[in-house]
């Protein structure tokens, strides 16, 4: 969840890029640089670490340029040090890169037999070296950007420089936030408002797809296919000390936008992407070919992320796992096994029944691994180990980023014990890792369904029961559609197997209910589409979430369809998390309901 800030000022801005920087150090971030055009000639400085490391070596290096770019870098590809921190140059090009580029390996050997050098691992390099070989060519700046954009695969933002060219900025945007800020004979690019708002409260917001073109006094907003573009500008509240919405109107809303971006960024801490390997931290201690039994415990979504675990650890790893509410679980005095380890979920860190069953689990002399979204919680304190979902703050108490982040978190985990226990070769390794770094680009094109879900909602906000179903895998993403449902809009709704319904479900079926069948194209979707089938009989109102194959298969025959990209298995519940999320937010919005607050609920549940 890389930072991104960019000037074309009226004064030396060095100083003002670092100080923007630091108001994105709450995305996270282990190295940092900033590049600047003066006189036709780059100056870069670039540190490893905390941003304080940048500004010592900015007190010994004078940077006048009143043209530059910034960036804090979470590490992808390459580890973090000097060498792989950003801005990276090639020619007169200078770039930053938030996001991941999924095929830079063919693109980076096209380049190296081209000549082209490389001086670090990331996968940046490879969009430097690509624009710079346009220029050579002969293509001026905003062909040559525009060129190599359609060549990129991933979700990525970008903000381009040329040494030569003191009066523009490119940027770029596919599935990770970037937003322009407009000054007075000065303009802005910035990762988020927050960044910006030192400097100006006039923002507009990039869509995916976009790319822009800037000078002091212009700016001009190409789509993906190169025609001029009108977005609108607005007017921010964002301040150096507040969570902002941006162009959002909910938190929720936002936090939903952002799962392409944080789960990337989550990916890279759990996945190596050139090697396509699963990478468990050093902190886990745990040795996955020993154990005899897996046991997660949490409470709410997070349980749900648990419960889709337990899939990938018994499929994949072929590691018997008990999944477990926390609640239940700390008064039941489970029996637990000599060779045996225990998962705790808490996007808090603080749950009190989740904590509970981790002292229990403790006791019992089992190795015990928290996977929390805030270092220093108590959770992440007591357990043996903790490992972190890198979402960023969220705001909003319906989980959304946190629930997807714990859920890439937990099915590279699965991927590092099925290598351990030999469970899987090392090319199914490198199968279901690649699978997982597709996740961003698949992520953000169901974002762009967003309005056909929103009127789909609507439908839906008519209802006073729902059900969900789904199979394998996909049904805790069924229980979880249900209770965001529940959450934010206060429609009943039930989550089931699919399997489930002719043994007690199906006697609330009529007109009147709809009934949210999750259904890739898997060798499940035929015993689902069964279940669809029965519901269909009895008049229920079928609201079908699947791929281009389900739909030509089933889709004509359902009150509803939503597109989501065909993928790897492994990445369903990832993949049809976001239009669980999206039909119950937008259902909510219907309703009126406090989406960022809803009735009888809190963020952090620390009593039982």
């Not at 970008?158 to 040494?163: D, E, G, H, W």
């Not at 900025?169 to 990762?191: E, K, T």
């Not at 180990?385 to 890439?408: D, H, N």
Request: proline share 4%; net charge negative.
């Amino acid at each position: 969840m890389c930072g991104i800030v960019g000037i074309l000022g009226s004064e030396p801005v060095a100083r003002s890029i670092v100080e923007a920087l630091k108001r994105l150090e709450y995305r996270g971030y282990d190295s940092a640089g900033i590049a600047t055009i003066e006189g036709g000639k780059v100056e870069r400085l670039r540190a490893p670490g905390k941003l304080h490391n940048l500004e010592d070596k900015l007190k010994t290096t004078e940077i006048k340029g009143t043209t530059g770019i910034g960036h804090t870098r979470w590490a992808t590809h390459g580890v973090p040090n000097e060498a792989n921190a950003h801005p990276h140059v090639s020619g007169d090009v200078v770039i930053v890169h938030n996001g991941i580029i999924e095929n830079f390996k063919p693109l980076k050997d096209e380049l190296q037999k081209d000549g082209y050098v490389f001086t670090s691992q990331t996968d940046t390099e490879v969009v430097a070296h690509l624009i710079a070989r346009e220029r050579a060519r002969g293509s001026a700046p905003k062909e040559a950007v525009a060129n190599v954009l359609g060549r990129l695969e991933g979700a990525f933002a970008l903000a381009v420089l040329f040494s030569g060219e003191h009066d523009l900025m490119i940027g770029a945007r596919m599935g990770a936030p970037l937003a322009v800020g407009h000054g007075d004979g000065q303009m802005y690019l910035g990762s988020d408002a927050i960044a910006l708002a030192p400097f100006t409260n006039r923002v507009t917001y990039l869509e995916d797809g976009d790319w822009v073109v800037l000078t002091r006094n212009s700016f001009d907003i190409h789509d993906a296919k190169g025609a001029k573009i009108k977005r609108p500008m607005n007017f921010t509240q964002a301040s150096a000390f507040m969570a902002d919405k941006g162009k959002h109107r909910h938190f929720m809303a936002k936090e939903i936008a952002e799962q392409p971006e944080v789960v990337g960024r989550t990916l890279a801490e759990y996945a190596d992407f050139s090697e396509r390997a699963a990478r468990l931290p050093e902190q886990v201690k745990i040795d996955f070919a020993k154990l005899d039994r897996l046991t997660i415990t949490a409470c709410g979504t997070a349980y749900l992320a648990g419960l889709t675990a337990k899939y990938w650890f018994e499929r994949y790893a072929r590691l018997p796992t008990e999944v477990d509410i926390a609640s239940e679980f700390r008064y039941r005095e489970a029996p637990m096994p000599k060779n045996g380890a225990a998962i705790v979920i808490s996007q808090s860190g603080e749950t009190a029944d989740t904590l509970a069953a981790l002292r229990y689990c403790k006791s019992q002399g089992q190795e015990t691994v928290a996977l929390v979204n805030v270092p220093g919680s108590t959770i992440a304190r007591e357990a043996d180990a903790a490992i972190f979902t890198y979402a960023g703050p969220e705001i909003g108490v319906a989980s959304t980023k946190a629930f997807t982040c714990q859920l890439t978190v937990l099915a590279a985990l699965a991927v590092a014990a099925a290598k351990a226990r030999g469970a899987i070769t090392r090319e199914q390794e490198r199968e279901l890792i690649g699978a997982l770094i597709e996740a961003p680009r698949h992520m953000a094109e169901i974002l762009k369904e967003e309005k056909h879900i929103a009127d789909v909602a609507r439908e839906v906000a008519h209802a006073q029961d729902v059900l969900y179903l789904g199979r394998g895998v996909n049904y805790p993403i069924a229980l979880e559609g249900a209770l965001k449902l529940k959450e934010i809009s206060y429609i009943h709704a039930e989550g089931y197997a699919a399997g489930e319904l002719k043994h007690g479900p199906i006697a609330l079926i009529d007109e009147n209910v709809p009934v949210i069948v999750i259904a890739p194209r898997d060798d499940l979707f035929d015993k689902t589409v069964s279940n669809m089938e029965e519901v269909a009989a009895r008049g229920g109102k079928i609201v079908l979430l699947t791929d281009d194959e389900g739909l030509e298969a089933h889709g004509q025959r359902t009150f509803q369809r939503i597109r989501v990209p065909r993928a790897h298995s492994i990445l369903s519940p990832l993949l049809y998390a976001l239009p669980v999320q999206l039909l119950a937010y937008h259902a909510a919005v219907f309703m009126g309901t406090d989406v960022d607050q809803p009735r009888n609920l809190a963020k952090s549940v620390t009593v039982e």
